[in-house]
């Protein structure tokens, strides 16, 4: 996983990833933030192509915005540093 993890972490446009997983279940995921909607997309076909080749189905992803306010509140990660 740390390769992925590398691999993902040189994704031009990304800020942050919090990787989650329920191994019990055999899901894997992440929250993510990237500095443009057009760069998640972007990355989400790649990704997804590649997971796909390997025989993982039902790959899904949702895009959302954020309330910088009350995030930041919350202590939410939203630095772009």
Do not use: C, N
Not at 43 to 62: D, F, S, V
Not at 73 to 79: A, D, E, K, L
Request: zero cysteines.
């Amino acid at each position: 996983m740390r390769v992925q993890a590398e691999d993902i972490a040189a994704e031009p446009d990304l800020l942050w990833k919090i990787l989650t997983e329920d191994k019990a279940a055999g899901r894997f995921g992440g929250i993510y933030l990237f500095r443009t909607r057009e760069a998640a997309a972007a990355y989400h076909a790649k990704h997804a192509a590649r997971l796909t080749a390997t025989g993982i189905i039902g790959i899904e992803a949702t895009y959302r915005t954020y309330d910088a306010e009350l995030t930041a509140i919350t202590r939410g990660p939203i630095s772009a540093s």
